[in-house]
């Protein structure tokens, strides 16, 4: 499975940006899938994540109200609508999948270590 992140660039505080994560291969609609960013100088932070089975979204406590995740299963992609951007949201955003099938507790999409492919990360930059 190859994961393509993109949408990422320069905004102003209090904008808004849509990155997408595209998949190619395998069954999408069976994945289950995350959005994990890290800034310099920081650990991976888990933003968002979606399950395969009922669409069930689960978000960090501090982006909740703010990030949105969404998937469609036809075209094999994952979103992560951004608003009210923060300069402290500047990070690299990565897409993740879990492809096992597996019915997992949302708090364990939490986890970098529950993904098993990657994507190569977008840069999101907001100004002040």
């Known amino acids: 499975v190859q994961l393509q992140a993109s949408g990422g660039g320069l905004v102003q505080a209090g904008g808004s940006l849509r990155l997408s994560c595209g998949a190619s291969?395998?069954?999408?609609?069976?994945?289950?899938l995350g959005w994990f960013r890290q800034a310099p100088g920081k650990e991976r932070e888990f933003v968002a994540a979606?399950?395969?089975?009922?669409?069930?979204?689960y978000y960090s406590d501090s982006l909740k109200g703010r990030f949105t995740i969404s998937r469609d299963n036809a075209k094999s992609t994952v979103y992560l609508q951004m608003n009210s951007l923060k300069p402290e949201d500047t990070a690299v955003y990565y897409c993740?999948?879990?492809?096992?099938?597996?019915?997992?507790?949302?708090?364990?999409?939490?986890?970098?270590?529950?993904?098993?492919?990657w994507g190569q990360g977008t840069l999101v930059t907001v100004s002040s």
């Open positions: 993740a999948a879990e492809t096992g099938g597996a019915y997992l507790p949302l708090y364990g999409l939490a986890y970098p270590a529950t993904y098993d492919f």
């Open positions: 291969r395998g069954t999408f609609s069976r994945y289950a």
């Open positions: 979606i399950s395969w089975s009922s669409g069930t979204t």
